[in-house]
T-cell receptor
C-alpha cells in the first residue's frame, strides 16, 4: 500500500545550522507530495508541496524537490531559527486517491 | 475567511462516556476528513465524508466510532463508551470538491482525555 517513511527524530540543531529531514515514499502512479508543520498545541499547516516529478516546493526558506527516481522528497533549510522548532510531517496523496497518507513526523528542536 | 473550526478544543471524559467532536469545514469546502494523532505518533486517517455520504471509512475502528456530515451543520465524530486508549488529538481537515493539488486544510484539533 501507499506509505511515507521519515527519518526518526528528534533532530536537534543550533541556530543557523543546515537542516535536512529525509522523506521517502511508496505509491503507485504519480502522487502529490507535501510537507506539513505542526507547532506545539496547534494543528497542521501546509509548509510546501510539489505535484509532479522534479518540481521544487519552497516556502519560508524551506525547500523540497520531488525526486521520482529515488522516490524522495527531502526537506531542507539553509539556516534554521529557534522559531522553526516544531514537528514536520511528510505526506502524499496518490494520483487517484482521496486522502493524505502521513509519515510518522520528525521533531525538530533548534537551540539558540 | 474562517478556516476549519473544531470544537471542543479540549474534552475530558470518564471511561464509558460518549465523546462528540465537531468540525465545520472551510467555506466552500464540501469534503471532510478525520485523522487521529496518538501521543508521540503520526496522523492516522480515520474517515472521509462528503455531505450526507461516507466515502472512505477504512481507518475507522469497527466498534464504538461513527462519523457523519449532515446536509446542514458540522461534521461529527462520535465515540461511544470511551476507553483510555481513545485519548488522542483528533484533527479534522477539509478540501474543496475539485483541487488541483489535493491539499487538505486542517483545524487545530480536539484533544480528548479519557480518565
Amino acid at each position: 500500500g501507499d506509505s511515507v517513511t521519515q527519518m526518526e527524530g528528534p533532530v536537534t540543531l543550533s541556530e543557523e545550522a543546515f537542516l535536512t529531514i529525509n522523506c521517502t515514499y511508496t505509491a503507485t502512479g504519480y502522487p502529490s507530495l507535501f510537507w506539513y508543520v505542526q507547532y506545539p498545541g496547534e494543528g497542521l499547516q501546509l509548509l510546501l508541496k510539489a505535484t509532479k516529478a522534479d518540481d521544487k516546493g519552497s516556502n519560508k526558506g524551506f525547500e523540497a524537490t520531488y525526486r521520482k527516481e529515488t522516490t524522495s522528497f527531502h526537506l531542507e533549510k539553509g539556516s534554521v531559527q529557534v522559531s522553526d522548532s516544531a514537528v514536520y510531517f511528510c505526506a502524499l496523496r496518490t494520483e487517484y486517491g482521496n486522502k493524505l497518507v502521513f509519515g510518522a513526523g520528525t521533531i525538530l528542536r533548534v537551540k539558540s | 475567511n474562517a478556516g476549519v473550526m473544531q470544537n471542543p478544543r479540549h474534552l475530558v471524559r470518564r471511561r464509558g462516556q460518549e465523546a462528540r467532536l465537531r468540525c465545520s469545514p472551510m467555506k466552500g469546502h464540501s469534503h471532510v476528513y478525520w485523522y487521529r494523532q496518538l501521543p508521540e505518533e503520526g496522523l492516522k486517517f480515520m474517515v472521509y465524508l462528503q455531505k450526507e455520504n461516507i466515502i472512505d471509512e477504512s481507518g475507522m475502528p469497527k466498534e464504538r466510532f461513527s462519523a457523519e456530515f449532515p446536509k446542514e451543520g458540522p461534521s461529527i465524530l462520535r465515540i461511544q463508551q470511551v476507553v483510555r486508549g481513545d485519548s488522542a488529538a483528533y484533527f479534522c481537515a477539509s478540501s474543496p470538491q475539485y483541487s488541483s493539488t489535493g491539499e487538505l486544510f486542517f483545524g487545530e484539533g480536539s484533544r480528548l482525555t479519557v480518565l
